[in-house]
């Protein structure tokens, strides 16, 4: 469990830099959308190999293919409703650290490096595009800064709870797991991260997503 905790911290606090960043700099939008490109990619390829891989190869083609779809499914249906009835989703957010926690058991640190950077390189520019927005909408450095930093709380706890309640449990609910995480993040990546990131960066996030994919797949290597 102090594994998770530390390594929750340690992803956990791109949002308090990002926030930070974000309360006394207003970057161009383009620079944001490129780092949320480069997490993109970085993040497909954690999925693929530190998540999804493992699950597939724990449960089998069932177990994985359907904690992938309704993973996805989960995300669809969260984000609808929220869009419906007000507010923003922390869902891909929460999943992310949750699947952090998950991909830590049985694994060793230097096993699950690449969906930490992938992880941490997508929370920065959240954070930073997020309370960007904020003080364009009145609100003050430090609410922004303390909005942001209880999120980075949360999430920590988000990856130890992930840790902690699913140790133990059978390979194949682990399988699930795994996969229902990669699910829910892979359908945030299509539905919401990419495309904001391509209408506010063009092309050049086609680069800058292949080179987040470069980047953690030499780190799994």
Request: glycine share 14%.
């Given at each position: 469990?102090?594994?998770?905790?530390?390594?929750?911290?340690?992803?956990s606090?791109?949002?308090?830099?990002?926030?930070?960043?974000?309360?006394?700099?207003?970057?161009?939008?383009?620079?944001?959308?490129?780092a949320?490109?480069?997490?993109?990619?970085?993040?497909?390829t954690?999925?693929?190999?530190?998540?999804?891989?493992?699950?597939f190869?724990?449960?089998?083609?069932?177990?994985a293919?359907?904690?992938?779809?309704?993973?996805?499914?989960?995300?669809?249906?969260?984000?609808?409703?929220?869009?419906?009835?007000?507010?923003?989703?922390?869902?891909?957010?929460?999943?992310?650290?949750?699947?952090?926690?998950?991909?830590?058991?049985?694994?060793?640190?230097s096993?699950?490096?690449?969906?930490?950077?992938?992880?941490f390189?997508?929370?920065l520019?959240?954070?930073?595009?997020?309370?960007?927005?904020?003080?364009?909408?009145?609100?003050?450095r430090?609410f922004?800064?303390?909005?942001w930093?209880?999120?980075?709380?949360?999430?920590?706890?988000?990856?130890?709870?992930?840790?902690?309640?699913?140790?133990?449990?059978?390979?194949?609910?682990?399988?699930?797991?795994?996969?229902?995480?990669?699910?829910?993040?892979?359908?945030?990546?299509?539905?919401?991260?990419?495309?904001?990131?391509?209408?506010?960066?063009?092309?050049?996030?086609?680069?800058?997503?292949?080179?987040?994919?470069?980047?953690?797949?030499?780190?799994?290597?």
């Open positions: 469990m102090l594994t998770a905790l530390l390594v929750g911290l340690a992803v606090s791109a949002l308090v830099i990002g926030a930070v960043t974000g309360a006394f700099w207003r970057p161009p939008q383009g620079l944001v959308a490129i949320l490109a480069f997490a993109s990619g970085a993040l497909i954690a999925l693929a190999f530190d998540l999804f891989e493992e699950a190869e724990a449960g089998g083609p069932w177990i293919g359907g904690g992938l779809l309704v993973g996805a499914a989960a995300f669809v249906i969260a984000d609808e409703l929220l869009d419906r009835y007000g507010g923003s989703s922390g869902f891909a957010l929460r999943a992310e650290n949750l699947a952090l926690g998950v991909g830590l058991i049985g694994s060793s640190l096993g699950i490096l690449a969906l930490l950077v992938g992880i390189a997508s929370n520019p959240e954070a930073l595009g997020g309370a960007v927005d904020m003080r364009n909408g009145g609100r003050s430090a922004v800064v303390a909005i930093t209880a999120t980075a709380v949360l999430l920590t706890i988000a990856v130890v709870m992930g840790n902690v309640l699913f140790t133990g449990v059978s390979e194949n609910v682990l399988a699930f797991a795994r996969a229902f995480a990669a699910g829910a993040v892979l359908a945030s990546l299509a539905d919401t991260v990419m495309p904001d990131a391509y209408r506010q960066g063009g092309p050049l996030v086609a680069f800058a997503t292949a080179a987040g994919f470069l980047l953690t797949f030499l780190i799994s290597q």
